[in-house]
């Protein structure tokens, strides 16, 4: 039986960082923004699997969510482990935008035509390398395939690069729909702008920002990345000071992954010039802290928001949900991957495009579906994905509802995981009794590591794989 614990009231409370526990519990893991992650995923899954899945999904009716890939990249930034390609010319994108009408044509073929679209992500690579006439054909051939929701609640979002947009780019995106924008910032420090290749004076973002707050866009996303060459604790300070005087909405403060041998741009990194881990862990105490005195809400790992976004705004009613493009409030939908790399969560199964350019282009010239790998989640997989998102999206769980929903009885299905938590708990990560369980703000910056508890698809050997959890 589990005895009972004390909650916490105030999960983004300001608190006093303990670098030694943090230190002590760091490791390797998945982001989770599937589960079972990315290398759960087997070959032995291929497009008949995924239309088999299609098929099912539209006895749901669910609301479906289109992200699509656009993979080019006018120049290569050092630290970028994206599945991109580089070139300067935006007639290389014709031909696959071309293809991409094409695998619209291949799902739009196995999806009832009345589900909505509520959710639209274009991501890369850099969605704007495209020019606007491009922008305004992929977008008529997204609402001729599908029926794109008009609803002011929809979330259309756009990845921009603010080196490859002006405000006449911004308007645009408006007139196509869009609104809500993520913008690549990366660092503003200028010695470790040069030092990743992507130098990006502060005019660029804060030009747009004030463009996008005058048009009205719902939600504007700022993506900063700690860990970096040269930066310090002192210069990313710096760096979030004027960020968080241009005020957006939401801001994605991302831990970098040092990964040269298998990202090859990587490597004209110099790791000398990277911080140590006390530095590392550091700057992300330093800006939890800075950002919530600003007024921001500690989403979750490496996202904050404004308590009135609608990020904040789904955690605190229950309703903030996890899928490949991170913390959203639509993940309840189907959603449909396009373009090469891109992945799919329909129904019970996940099934990714090949991430070989040729190898997807020759799946839509012989009409089929790209997929290469994937998997379909038992039972016990659905629960544990249950339980990982709503503990990373509401940083607590509710034994009782998971009871009720699942039929299980809690204590007794988790019992080994629960003896893991145990040093969590001792440690002032997590707070529970036999009805619930709450992270704590400590907690909050370990979650991928308490996420991991509930994991099954996670051998020792494979932790290599991903990203340092600080």
Known sequence: MLSPAPRSDRPDATFSPDAALLKRHDGAGPRYTSYPPATAFTNHFGSEQLTQALSRSNATGRALSLYVHIPF???????????RIATRQTAMAEPYLDRLTREMGLMRHQLDGDRMVEQLHWGGGTPTFLDLDQMSRLMDQLGAHFTLSGHRDRDFAIEIDPREADVYTLRHLQSLGFNRLSLGVQDLDVRVQKAINRIQPRELSENLIDEAHRLGFRSLNLDLIYGLPHQSVTSFADTLDQVIDMAPARLSVFNYAHLPERFLP????NSADLPDTATRFAIQCMTVEKLTRAGYIHIGMDHFARPDDSLAVAQREGELQRNFQGYTTHAQCDLVGLGVSAISQIDDVYAQNSAQLETWQDAIDHGRLATCRGVRLSADDRLRRYVIHRLMCDMRLD???????????????????????????R????????HSLMVTPMGRLLIRQLAMTFDTHLPAESRQQFSRIL
Do not use: M, P, W
Not at 266 to 269: E, K, L, N, T, V
């Open 427 to 434: 440690d002032g990560l997590i707070e529970y009794d036999k």
């Open 399 to 425: 034994f009782d509802a998971l009871e009720a929903t699942f039929h299980i009885n809690v204590s007794h299905y988790f019992a080994n995981v629960f003896e893991r938590l145990a040093t969590f708990r």
């Open 73 to 83: 990249c006018r120049r290569i930034c050092f630290y970028c482990g994206c599945n």
């Open 266 to 269: 990587q490597r004209r990194i």
